[in-house]
Each structure stands twice: as C-alpha cells, then as structure tokens.
C-alpha cells in the first residue's frame, strides 16, 4: 500500500490533543491497513521511532425513521492511536496535511 492510501488524516478532538502532549497521536487509517502498515507510514513521513500501534473499529450508526426505515448516518472508521518512543519528540499533524495536498488531489 502507498503512504497516501494509509493514512487518510488526524484526528483532532479535546481528547487527542490532550493525549498528543503525552506522545500519543489518533489518526484515520485505512479499512485494509494493519499495525505494520502504520508503523511504516508514519516512520516514512515524519522520520520518528514508534513504540506502540493500537488500531479501533467504530460501528456505523443508523438512524430508523417512518416505517422502520433506517438510513446511515455515520459511517464506520478504523483509527490508529500511535504512542511515540521519545515522548519529548512531537509530531507536527499540520505537515500531513501539507503532504497529503502535495501527493494527491486536496481531500
């Protein structure tokens, strides 16, 4: 898989910008990647050691409406939360982006 294809984009919520101060960063991955292809992607990009790759499947959430009709209203995502092995080290998420509009079209 390509770097591009790996990593989709960051997460940014008060939990993980208060995480990322203790070396730990979320990202949105791929359906298809595993641990290893993260582990690589972000080495390859930002030129840091990765000490722990944890990887979570969220569920789709559906909304039933008239006559038990049910839309989707948000789809499933798989994120990866990266543990740094230098936690002194930090991890600039705005150069991603930067990168991901370089590579590909602007997402």
């Known amino acids: 898989m390509n770097i591009n294809d790996i990593l989709i984009r960051p997460v940014t919520t008060e939990k993980s910008t ?3 101060s203790l070396g730990k960063y979320t990202f949105i991955v791929n359906q298809k990647s595993t641990k290893i292809d993260v582990k690589n992607a972000i080495r390859k990009l930002y030129g840091l050691e990765i000490d722990i790759v944890r990887i979570i499947k969220t569920h789709p959430k559906y909304r039933t409406g008239a006559k038990k009709y049910q839309t989707e209203k948000r789809a ?3 994120k990866a939360i990266i543990t740094l092995k230098d936690k002194k080290k930090t991890l600039d998420t705005n150069k991603f982006a930067k990168e ?3 590579g590909n079209a602007i997402l």
Do not use: A, G, P, V
Request: charged content about 65%; aromatic content about 0%.
């Open 18 to 20: 208060k995480e990322s």
């Open 100 to 102: 991901k509009r370089i």
């Open 76 to 78: 499933s995502e798989k």
